[in-house]
């Protein structure tokens, strides 16, 4: 029996649970407390950032059958493959393993970290108070006089989450650029071949169907015309391996948007930019470990929230399009 301790709407989760759901090993879930994690203060598992700083992070699994403490999607599938090898996910053949570990680093380090920053950056533009519901959960009821308050609570978690995911930095960052770039790489392989290495299905399109999710809360993606049979791919996986075809948060948005009209669908200064993208490039680069950008935001975060939220709205460059 393995325990996963998770945020229910973490992508890197989801490719945990469907690893596990795929090869049929029985486990549970423990819910972790986004800001104290003191569900799983007790398992020394932590992860290291890109900064070199170390952090509690999900998912991580506690396999009580072999004692096993691992974080890190891509090393807990790799342990699942070696621990629980019915029903493989990794090809036959060293050369086809490799090639396979290398598309799930590549993804797990920039369309995960992108499709977050992106997703988190616009739900806190759009409608803060889900970040309320998604990080104090048991506070906020979005149907009555709570929804106010879980808009407060929200606009201060988005001005966090905005400086330990740098969304005020997202133009420089070029992020909407770099994620583009990947994703069209990508549709490029998925263009000729059913799956992205070998024949069959394997960990690698299992990570890119999980990873993809928080894309389909950004318009600019989504309506994007090179990337439609990317996105059917996508939905015909999750259909064939009964995954949820939407989530908490896209239902959510989806329904606030639809009310409104609008969703914050036009990025200012890609609209304007000539048509003068970079060829995309045929091979993905050699990776070791999965990169991680959260950043730390110091010991009193919570104060300095709601500046950290508004000066995010007004320096975010994105407008309004209709919607749907
Ligand atoms: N490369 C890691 C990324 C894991 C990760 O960044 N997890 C986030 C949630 S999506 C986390 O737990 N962050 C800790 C925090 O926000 O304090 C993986 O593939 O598991």
């Given at each position: 029996m393995i325990t996963l301790y998770q945020f229910h709407w973490s992508h890197y989760v989801e490719k945990v649970r469907w690893a596990l759901d795929y090869k049929g090993v029985r486990w549970t879930a423990v819910e972790v407390?986004?800001?104290?994690k003191r569900e799983m203060l007790h398992l020394r598992c932590e992860l290291m950032l890109d900064s070199g700083r170390k952090l509690y992070a999900v998912p991580t699994i506690h396999d009580k059958d072999t004692g096993t403490v691992i974080s890190d999607s891509s090393r807990i599938l790799d342990y699942l493959e070696r621990t629980y090898p019915q029903e493989p996910l990794y090809p036959q053949g060293a050369d086809a393993t490799a090639e396979m570990k290398r598309w799930m680093l590549w993804l797990d380090s920039t369309l995960g970290l992108a499709a977050r920053r992106l997703a988190y950056t616009q739900i806190t533009l759009e409608h803060p108070g889900i970040l309320a519901t998604l990080f104090i959960p048991q506070k906020v009821d979005a149907h009555n006089a709570e929804a106010i308050k879980g808009s407060l609570s929200g606009a201060v978690i988005g001005g966090v989450l905005s400086q330990r995911f740098r969304f005020t930095h997202n133009q420089s960052d070029r992020v909407f650029e770099n994620l583009e770039q990947c994703l069209l790489i990508i549709a490029q392989r998925l263009g000729s071949r059913?799956?992205?290495?070998?024949?069959r299905f394997t960990a690698a399109d299992l990570t890119l169907a999980a990873l993809l999710r928080p894309v389909m809360l950004l318009p600019f993606f989504r309506k994007h015309s090179e990337l439609q049979e990317l996105f059917a791919w996508r939905r015909s996986l999750l259909e064939v391996h009964r995954r949820?075809?939407?989530?908490f948060y896209e239902t959510a948005l989806h329904e606030i948007r639809q009310r409104r009209g609008?969703?914050?669908?036009?990025v200012r200064w890609l609209s304007r930019r000539p048509d003068e993208r970079k060829p995309v490039p045929t091979q993905i680069p050699e990776m070791v470990v999965a990169r991680n950008d959260q950043q730390s935001v110091g010991r009193w975060p919570l104060l300095s929230g709601p500046a950290w939220y508004l000066q995010l709205k007004a320096t975010c460059g994105l407008g309004r399009t209709a919607y749907p």
């Open positions: 407390e986004p800001f104290s059913r799956y992205l290495v070998g024949e949820e075809a939407r989530n609008w969703a914050l669908g036009d």
